[in-house]
């Protein structure tokens, strides 16, 4: 098996060391960026199975770069900062990001997350089943959503959340699982992380009552009745 290929994006020389030391030692392959730039570059080079993205970068901060990210492809972000704040954990996964740590940190806790994103993407990219639901078609082998024929790009997060309100329709799902299952039970971060997603969700769908709010509880997908 071919080791897990990572890119790792900071402008910090040291940083970009460190990181590299913790993953080469867990048995994952690193290659360096120094600036969003370069990291762009190299990643229309190559296929990368993770990416780890410093947000406090000059010229091009990592907010920008991940936007950019996900214009070429859906590969798993985790977002490293000194700013724990939570509009900036919020910000960053909104632009894409599927994971958020707080510098400093432990190796073995950026090792466990980079872990549990990949076991929780690899479970999305090994499905080969597609789901047909009203005007909605989810191509889960491909990663794709398509509503009434039109393609409908979704970040990681998004998808996974789509695929997982899916098949759980008809069931009324907190925003405690449905935070669990999509980011993972060492995410600290809001509730209202699932809102936000949410709230995107059904804009980029577009059309139909599909996710509906179960008032206390949390959200459930449904079928809109013709």
Same mark, same amino acid.
């Given at each position: =098996? @071919?080791?897990?290929?990572?890119?790792?994006?900071?402008?910090?020389?040291? =940083?970009?060391?460190?990181?590299? =030391?913790?993953?080469?030692?867990?048995? $994952?392959?690193?290659?360096?960026? /120094?600036?969003?730039?370069?990291?762009?570059?190299?990643?229309?080079?190559?296929?990368?199975?993770?990416?780890?993205?410093?947000? =406090?970068?000059? $010229?091009?901060?990592?907010?920008?770069?991940? /936007?950019?990210?996900?214009? *070429? /492809?859906?590969?798993?972000?985790?977002?490293? /900062?000194? %700013?724990?704040?939570?509009?900036? %954990?919020?910000?960053?996964?909104?632009?894409?990001?599927?994971?958020?740590?707080?510098?400093? $940190?432990?190796? #073995?806790?950026?090792?466990?997350?980079?872990?549990? *994103? +990949?076991?929780?993407?690899?479970?999305?990219? @090994?499905?080969?089943?597609?789901?047909? *639901?009203?005007?909605?078609?989810?191509?889960?082998? #491909?990663?794709?959503?398509? !509503?009434?024929?039109? @393609? !409908?790009?979704?970040? +990681?997060?998004?998808?996974?959340?789509?695929?997982?309100?899916?098949?759980?329709?008809?069931?009324?799902?907190?925003?405690?699982?449905?935070?669990? $299952?999509?980011?993972?039970?060492?995410?600290?971060?809001?509730?209202?992380?699932?809102?936000?997603?949410?709230?995107?969700?059904?804009?980029?769908?577009?059309?139909?009552?599909?996710?509906?709010?179960?008032?206390?509880?949390?959200?459930?997908?449904?079928?809109?009745?013709?």
């Amino acid at each position: =098996m @071919n080791p897990v290929n990572v890119l790792i994006i900071d402008d910090e020389e040291d =940083m970009r060391n460190l990181v590299q =030391m913790y993953l080469e030692n867990s048995g $994952f392959h690193c290659v360096h960026a /120094s600036d969003g730039a370069e990291g762009l570059k190299k990643m229309q080079e190559q296929d990368f199975d993770l990416v780890i993205l410093d947000i =406090m970068m000059p $010229f091009e901060d990592g907010f920008a770069v991940c /936007s950019k990210i996900r214009t *070429l /492809s859906q590969v798993p972000i985790i977002l490293l /900062s000194a %700013k724990g704040e939570e509009w900036d %954990k919020v910000r960053g996964l909104q632009l894409g990001g599927d994971d958020y740590i707080v510098k400093p $940190f432990s190796p #073995g806790e950026l090792v466990a997350r980079i872990h549990a *994103l +990949l076991r929780r993407t690899s479970v999305i990219k @090994n499905e080969e089943d597609a789901i047909t *639901l009203g005007k909605i078609n989810i191509d889960k082998k #491909g990663r794709k959503v398509h !509503v009434e024929g039109e @393609n !409908v790009p979704l970040t +990681l997060k998004e998808f996974e959340l789509l695929v997982f309100l899916v098949e759980h329709r008809g069931q009324a799902l907190s925003r405690e699982q449905l935070l669990e $299952f999509v980011w993972g039970m060492d995410y600290h971060g809001s509730l209202r992380t699932v809102d936000t997603h949410i709230k995107t969700l059904r804009m980029k769908l577009g059309t139909g009552d599909y996710i509906q709010t179960i008032w206390g509880v949390g959200y459930k997908f449904e079928v809109p009745a013709t």
